[in-house]
């Protein structure tokens, strides 16, 4: 494996505030949240206009006082014409189920979307597409 791919090499954290989170419940088939748990996650990210800090270590990430374990299908993405990446996953946190879309727009925005590609490529090589045989 090639060493900027390693584990060891990615055994820092990777951090970095978002100046967007949005979390909403997902699967559908998994337990519908309660109005607290919207209320909360509402107050507490989604109509919080303040950075969020994201910190990503091994298999977890965490968003604030948020900390999704274990996480899944996480997609990666610079949108055209746009200065920023965004991140979306599917998690576990507490009690509940969540799909999660963070997004960054710092001056270092490529440098943290190729630190979330070599750590996605390592941890979650089954969401890889660089060795797809299509």
């Known amino acids: 494996m090639d060493k900027l791919l390693s584990k060891e090499y990615l055994s820092e954290e990777i951090k970095f505030f978002a100046e967007k989170?949005?979390?909403?419940?997902?699967?559908?088939?998994?337990?519908?949240?309660?109005?607290?748990?919207?209320?909360?996650?509402?107050?507490?990210?989604n109509k919080n206009k303040e950075k969020k800090q994201i910190i990503i270590k091994n298999k977890?990430?965490?968003?604030?006082?948020?900390?999704?374990?274990?996480?899944?299908?996480?997609?990666?993405?610079i949108p055209q014409?746009?200065?920023?990446?965004?991140?979306?996953?599917?998690g576990h946190c507490e009690e509940f189920d969540a799909h999660i879309h963070i997004t960054t727009k710092s001056k270092n925005f490529l440098e943290i979307f190729n630190q979330l590609m070599k750590w996605r490529d390592v941890y979650f090589p089954d969401t890889s597409f660089l060795d797809s045989k299509n």
């Open 60 to 77: 977890t990430v965490k968003i604030d006082n948020y900390t999704f374990n274990p996480i899944r299908k996480i997609g990666l993405t």
């Open 81 to 90: 014409f746009k200065r920023q990446s965004i991140m979306i996953f599917e």
């Open 21 to 45: 989170v949005y979390i909403h419940h997902w699967p559908p088939e998994t337990p519908k949240w309660s109005n607290s748990r919207k209320d909360k996650v509402e107050a507490d990210i």
